[in-house]
């Protein structure tokens, strides 16, 4: 747990966080007789009006006494102006570089740490952790932490996979020689939540090497001028992917494969949809079958049957469109990869387009079987779209000369918006997002917010980051540091 006070009284913050909605909670909802609340709010018969005592039991007082002491570290949490501090100096801004981006940096987000090669992966609770950052120091600004930190080697930034952020984060401060370290097996991965699940599922599904962490993205590091409170214009950036999620259409030239691995991709993502699609058949079926089983009534028994064999003969069409897909995508696993030509990429999306499913649709005349392409399938529209997107981003570092000018030009204007809103931060005062680490005055380590380029996503679109005591980092005791999601 996380000890420490405000004018001069040791308190337990971790406790203060934890109870507060159980507070909540007492004063809202009446307590059972017994419980200790319930004599300290008086709760008598069916009221819940505070009744009149003369006296206050044990299990009253304590009760009383608890309650108080919430109420006060709050009021000081949210009371406490840390004041213009010197280890709040020279605030760094860490921009992530575009995919592609000539410029260099020995600092980035994301991607795999450098370690030493004596160093084992770092645990916690007995799991790999995941890795966050690491930073060349000697590219940070010259009096960062008004000069309290080194400024050799890097600081490799480490968040638990299962546990507490504030107790189970790490920061290392590493010299000498490192060597490039893959990652081990992690129960759970960054994308946990993110709007790219499905298509790195998607992906997964077909073989594709699907890795538990985003890319690696090089950040440009400069003097952070104004506030380092980080906030997304979430307006802005949601009408630019609003913009792309209308009229995103792979037949399109801005949006349709541009090489072997993308068309194999965008196969996949078809896919996908279908497999969603048939397991929403699949439960709506399970629920027809026991619906009939149950119903005695013969009108509704017909109206049951009727729509059993309506979603077989779709699911049949579902099948057959599924077996179709995996011979296109068993075809282009056959070709090496390389860049596709106008000529080819129009036959692909020909014959893909002539792939159809059956389904029932309800139009002004009534309900009518309505044939589409798998590439209009709603299910599969969004998983495409992100597997499109994910992919650009590999090419554009890999293979840049395979992207047309629009889309390159579209999705950087997309990426520098991002860039723009999403950037990390280091040093500078603490704000009020992470109210409870605020409190403790401590050094500002590092702050990284969810970020639609860098594909990764903290708490409720959040940030995650990193804290410690000026003392402690004076005294280069890193194991002192600690994490925090902005709440």
């Known amino acids: 747990m996380m000890i420490f006070g405000i ?37 008598q018969g069916s009221t819940r009006r505070p009744a009149r005592r003369s006296e206050d039991t044990p299990e009253a007082k304590e009760a009383k006494t608890f309650l108080a002491g919430v109420i006060e570290q709050n ?29 260099r940096s020995r600092s980035w987000i994301g991607g795999a740490p ?17 890795f966050v950052a690491q930073i060349a ?60 699940d499905k298509a790195r599922e998607a992906l997964a599904a077909m ?28 307006k802005s950036d949601d009408n630019q992917r609003f913009a792309i999620q209308e009229d995103y259409d792979p037949r399109s030239l801005m949006y349709r494969p541009f090489d072997i691995i993308s068309a194999r991709g965008f196969v996949a993502s078809l896919l996908s949809g279908q497999h969603q699609a048939l397991r929403s058949l699949g439960r709506r079926t399970e629920r027809s079958e026991r619906n009939l089983q149950k119903s005695e009534n013969a009108e509704d028994q017909a109206k049951m049957r009727l729509s059993l064999t309506n979603d077989q003969q779709e699911c049949a069409t579902r099948d057959a469109a599924v077996s179709a897909l995996e011979d296109v995508y068993n075809r282009l696993l056959a070709r090496p990869d390389g860049a596709l030509d106008t000529g080819a990429t129009d036959a692909l999306i020909a014959e893909l387009d002539e792939i159809k499913v059956r389904q029932l649709k309800r139009t002004d005349s009534g309900i009518e079987w309505k044939s589409h392409s798998v590439i209009d399938e709603f299910w599969a529209r969004p998983v495409s779209r992100d597997v499109f997107e994910m992919q650009l981003q590999e090419a554009m570092r890999m293979h840049p000369d395979r992207i047309s000018d629009a889309t390159r030009a579209r999705y950087e204007r997309l990426w520098r918006f991002d860039q723009e809103h999403q950037y990390a931060t280091m040093g500078g005062p603490v704000h009020n997002g992470f109210i409870y680490s605020r409190a403790r005055n401590p050094a500002f380590l590092l702050e990284v917010s969810s970020s639609d380029l860098v594909g990764w996503m903290f708490g409720d679109v959040a940030s995650f980051g990193m804290f410690i005591d000026p003392k402690d980092m004076k005294a280069g005791r890193w194991d002192k540091a600690w994490g925090d999601i902005l709440n």
């Open 137 to 196: 120091l000697d590219e940070l600004p010259e009096g960062i932490w008004g000069g309290l930190g080194p400024r050799d080697g890097w600081l490799a930034f480490f968040m638990p996979s299962e546990g507490r952020v504030d107790d189970d984060s790490r920061v290392f401060h590493l010299t000498g020689s490192l060597a490039s370290r893959d990652w081990p097996d992690v129960p759970h991965s960054f994308y946990f939540g993110t709007s790219g």
């Open 7 to 43: 004018q001069g009284t040791p308190r337990n913050w971790t406790l203060v966080q934890q109870s507060l909605p159980l507070v909540i909670l007492a004063l809202v909802f009446r307590p059972r007789r017994g419980h200790p609340m319930y004599d300290l709010m008086g709760m």
């Open 207 to 234: 073989g594709f090497p699907v890795a538990p962490h985003p890319p690696r993205f090089p950040v440009a590091i400069r003097r952070h001028e104004g506030s380092t409170e980080t906030r997304r214009s979430v």
């Open 75 to 103: 009021l000081a949490v949210l009371a406490h102006e840390p004041g213009d501090l010197a280890h709040h100096a020279a605030p760094a801004k860490l921009v992530p570089l575009l995919p592609g981006a000539k410029e």
């Open 114 to 130: 450098m370690l030493p090669e004596d160093m084992e992966w770092p645990q916690v609770n007995g799991l790999p952790m995941l």
